[in-house]
């Protein structure tokens, strides 16, 4: 006898098919009574009423695929699967889909074996014109497929505690830190209300958490899933269900002046929508901001996507990251590393271990992103791994979890980085700004110009309450460092990073002295090539900067003064230090400087700043500077 039943497939949503009932009455009872379960949503009750079916009917092969169905949909799966391997035992030739039931159960528990041989009969079985379906199994073949070879070849992993100085006995999660590691901010729900912390390094050991501020933090609603620019100034996070939100998700930023945060600012269309954005990531010099949205015209159901910040202060209308990064499934928890090429995210839809993975992608310098590249096992494992932030020295990495020995709900942990799947290497320039004759902080412009791309790595303000500033730069750049304020000379540096850099900071007090005649200032990026005076374009961003000055200034009247070493006769030392100060004379007129305002002179190896007995010192006495004639 045959009669219509309930029973859950694809997707695990309840449809009919037709079933053989079971001969036994009280097993039929038990089935019958389950099915009244299912249509109320009532799993748990289903699944013991299922079992008793089962007790008195061991046979009963309709009752275990059920079982299987359910657990599969409660994300049960090692009931799941033992429910699926006891019905095939009792007869292998059944639905397809009950193949496809046993493997993603088995993907779900890291049984990668059992998973990989029974999607392969699903494929080979499965003779329905589900297209969707289709596309799932082969995904989760390439899941098997990779696992199997993962788990085979381990990463190094030994994640650690960040102790009881960060966690606690609440949910500590989300960790973002600064660019020289002393300032870690995270979430922390305390009775279902979500806050921001924050704890600062001091000799190698983290403070006591403290609330981040009044002003980000609240108690109706919840702040999370920030990023915190490299420098410490500016927090992007996600607010939900505020009054001046667009959608129920959206992306604040606040701007800490001096010691206090600013108001938390809605960013707005066209960043923020009447859909989902969330979990935004900052690039290191401020630019670019990657978020989470499942707005149309994406990929998947949730994608990464980028604005990047334009000239008139307005960010652009966001564009998705593509199928580099994207798939049709899902993409979570960006991190963009400050070396400013190195993207971690999570996702479902590239080969994984099961549910979401970690993986990471490297940006050429043409801006294509490379081939995702899985974390590894056991980085990486059944269970969804998301929220990865690695330190900016590229040595470990930080994530929360429960783990067995924590403190709480959920911790932070960390873990070294292996060596393959580290950023790029980086280093900073961190320092204060002040007024020479009264030591008082500066309210100034600090820019760090990558000279062989013209990429702003930085532009800042200090602030005269703290006169701080922490500008991050990759190696193997050229980079000018220049600061200005209005009233004073510019401060001019220039920072060439070859690999013996890495890791090793520029700190910096900056001590800026006030326009006066007879003051005198190295431009230390303005280059010329070998025995020539023609101006390399690389001077042009310092050039910039004095034409800045003499514009903002303009009662300023300056003598250009050119140098070189003592290589060479003096003669044509002198000639080619005149002619040096004569090209940046002709660039400063070319820009609409007055020339009554300017007068050059070549001194050639006349005025050494250091001996000439070294490369070194050389290089320290071929330069360009210019002396305040008159003010």
């Known amino acids: 006898m045959k009669t219509i039943l309930l029973i859950l497939f694809l997707h695990l949503s309840i449809q009919q098919v037709v079933a053989q ?33 089962i007790i008195a009917d061991p046979n009963f092969q309709y009752a275990f695929i059920q079982i299987g169905d359910i657990n599969r949909r409660i994300k049960s799966f090692g009931a799941a699967k033992d429910a699926y391997k006891s019905a095939l035992s009792i007869n292998a030739d059944v639905d397809a889909r009950v193949y496809y039931g046993l493997a993603e159960s088995g993907i779900f528990t890291g049984d990668y074996d059992i998973a990989y041989k029974n999607i392969r009969i699903f494929i080979e079985k499965y003779k329905g014109n589900d297209k969707d379906f289709i596309v799932k199994a082969n995904k989760y073949l390439k899941d098997c497929e990779f696992s199997i070879l993962a788990v085979k070849a381990p990463q190094k992993y030994s994640p650690v505690n960040m102790g009881k100085e960060i966690n606690s006995s609440y949910r500590d999660y989300f960790p973002s830190i600064t660019a020289d590691g002393e300032k870690l901010i995270f979430s922390r729900n305390i009775d279902g209300n979500e806050d921001f912390y924050i704890s600062e390094k001091k000799t190698d050991t983290w403070t006591s958490p403290r609330e981040l501020s009044d002003r980000i933090n609240t108690k109706k609603y919840n702040e999370g899933a920030q990023s915190i620019s490299p420098d410490g100034k500016y927090l992007f996070f996600t607010g939900c269900n505020r009054p001046d939100g667009l959608g129920r998700c959206d992306i604040y930023v606040s701007h800490k002046q001096g010691n206090s945060w600013g108001d938390p600012f809605n960013l707005g269309s066209p960043i923020n929508s009447q859909y989902w954005e969330s979990q935004p990531a900052i690039s290191p010099d401020g630019s670019t901001l990657y978020f989470v949205s499942n707005r149309p015209g994406g990929i998947g159901g949730y994608d990464i996507w980028k604005s990047t910040l334009q000239h008139d202060g307005y960010w652009s209308k966001p564009e998705n990251l593509g199928p580099d990064i994207n798939t049709p499934y899902d993409e979570h928890t960006p991190f963009i590393h400050p070396d400013g090429k190195t993207l971690y995210f999570s996702s479902d839809g590239w080969p994984g271990l099961g549910n979401k993975d970690i993986f990471l992608s490297r940006m050429n310098d043409s801006g294509k992103w490379s081939k995702p590249e899985n974390m590894g096992y056991p980085i990486n494992t059944f269970n969804e791994e998301t929220g990865l932030i690695v330190t900016p020295d590229g040595t470990e990495g930080l994530f929360s979890s429960i783990l067995e020995g924590g403190f709480g709900d959920m911790d932070i942990y960390h873990f070294n980085m292996p060596n393959d ?33 013209k990429q702003v790595e930085y532009n800042d303000y200090t602030s005269n309450e703290t006169g701080d500033f922490l500008a991050v730069m990759p190696i193997g750049g050229n980079y000018a460092f220049n600061v200005s304020a209005d009233g004073y000379l510019f401060h001019s540096e220039n920072y060439e990073l070859s690999n013996s850099y890495i890791n ?122 210019f002396l305040i004639t008159r003010l």
Do not use: W
Not at 30 to 36: E, G, L, N, P
Not at 427 to 446: C, H, M, P, S, W
């Open 21 to 53: 009932l079971s001969k036994v009455k009280k097993a039929q009872a038990s089935f019958d009574k389950a099915q009244v379960y299912l249509k109320s949503d009532n799993y748990d009750q289903a699944i013991l009423t299922l079992k008793e079916a």
């Open 421 to 453: 799947k580290k950023p790029l290497a980086i280093t900073y320039v961190k320092g204060i700004v002040k007024d020479r004759q009264t030591g008082n902080f500066l309210e100034a412009k600090v820019q760090v110009v990558n000279l062989r791309n």
């Open 504 to 625: 090793k900071p520029f700190l910096l007090e900056i001590n800026m002295d006030k326009l006066k005649v007879g003051s005198n200032v190295i431009l230390k990026n303005i280059f010329f090539n070998t025995n020539e005076y023609n101006l390399l374009q690389i001077s042009f961003v310092e050039l910039g900067t004095l034409v800045d000055l003499l514009k903002n200034n303009p009662t300023i009247n300056i003598e250009i003064q050119g140098h070189t070493d003592n290589v060479g006769n003096d003669e044509s030392n002198m000639r080619l230090s005149l002619q040096r100060a004569k090209s940046v004379y002709d660039y400063l007129t070319n820009n609409k400087i007055i020339a009554e305002r300017l007068t050059y002179k070549g001194f050639g190896e006349t005025k050494p700043i250091a001996p000439n007995d070294s490369e070194t010192g050389r290089k320290l006495n071929r330069r360009t500077s």
